[in-house]
């Protein structure tokens, strides 16, 4: 498994399974299998509501913990008991450890969460910290007045919304990018039919989506793909083994219309949405 280095000098792996929406015995078992077929990050979430199933997923899985990166995000609800809620956490994912937390959402009291969260990665609770959906106005901001950098920012990204421009400011503070809906969810059909896209899976005998996700990889992004299906979960972490040219990297890149489907915290329609 190829990985990145974080700022803090920590190693994270560049695919990992993402959970959003996985729930009950399917989530338990999607985590299980994943782990299985070689996969040694989990993403999940309090607000996925699922961490619970993903601990046991993990645990059935009879590996040890300590080849794992488990991920997690504090909700923006939780962010005035943040410590609350990262030991429920680890409580529910059966660990006394996490490798990286972050910070769900730039809304509500997010500072006195990053400063909670800050005095557990102190305490050696956490391994790394990092934010979810913070644009770069937020990003610099939060940089500016606290002492952790951010280790991570998690946001939507994929062929149709690149993030270039973010990546920019995200590379320029050292913090590492990584991609939720890195195969563009109702975009999905869409990408994977693309004439530049079917051209490259015929060339290199892979499908759309593994050239896709190796492209997001190749540009350094970690990416979390998620299936409950067994030969999808196969076919998401059999990414490597070829490179893409750099010409058939700027074709891809091309394609970019920078345009997020769910990631717009700087839009009030779906900020109000979300405070529902």
């Not at 993403?43 to 993903?54: F, I, K, L, P």
């Not at 779906?270 to 405070?275: I, P, Q, R």
Request: hydrophobic share 40%; net charge neutral.
């Amino acid at each position: 498994m190829k990985t990145i280095t974080l700022n803090n000098g920590i190693k994270m792996p560049l695919l990992g399974l993402g959970t959003f929406k996985m729930a009950g015995e399917e989530c338990a078992h999607s985590v299980r299998m994943a782990i299985e077929t070689g996969y040694r990050m989990i993403d999940t979430a309090e607000g996925y509501r699922n961490e619970e199933q993903v601990g046991q997923g993990i645990a059935e899985s009879g590996v040890d913990r300590k080849e794992l990166f488990i991920v997690t995000k504090v909700n923006f609800r939780s962010f005035e008991n943040a410590r609350e809620a990262v030991l429920s956490s680890l409580k529910k994912l059966r660990t006394d450890y996490l490798d990286l937390v972050l910070l769900h959402w730039p809304f509500g009291n997010y500072y006195a969460a990053w400063r909670e969260l800050e005095k557990l990665h102190a305490e050696g609770v956490l391994r790394a910290i990092g934010v979810s959906n913070f644009e770069p106005d937020r990003l610099i901001d939060l940089v500016s007045f606290n002492k952790v950098v951010p280790a991570v920012n998690q946001i939507e990204t994929h062929l149709f919304c690149q993030r270039q421009v973010e990546r920019k400011w995200m590379e320029k503070y050292n913090v590492s990018p990584m991609a939720y809906a890195p195969l563009g969810q109702a975009r999905r059909s869409e990408m994977f039919t693309l004439p530049e896209v079917t051209a490259l899976a015929k060339k290199y005998g892979r499908t759309p989506a593994q050239i896709l996700l190796h492209f997001l990889i190749q540009l350094g992004i970690i990416v979390i793909p998620k299936s409950v299906h067994e030969e999808r979960i196969k076919e998401n972490f059999n990414v490597f083994g070829f490179e893409l040219t750099e010409t058939e990297m700027e074709t891809l890149r091309a394609l970019d219309t920078a345009t997020p489907m769910v990631g717009t915290p700087a839009k009030p329609e779906k900020v109000e949405m979300f405070m529902r």
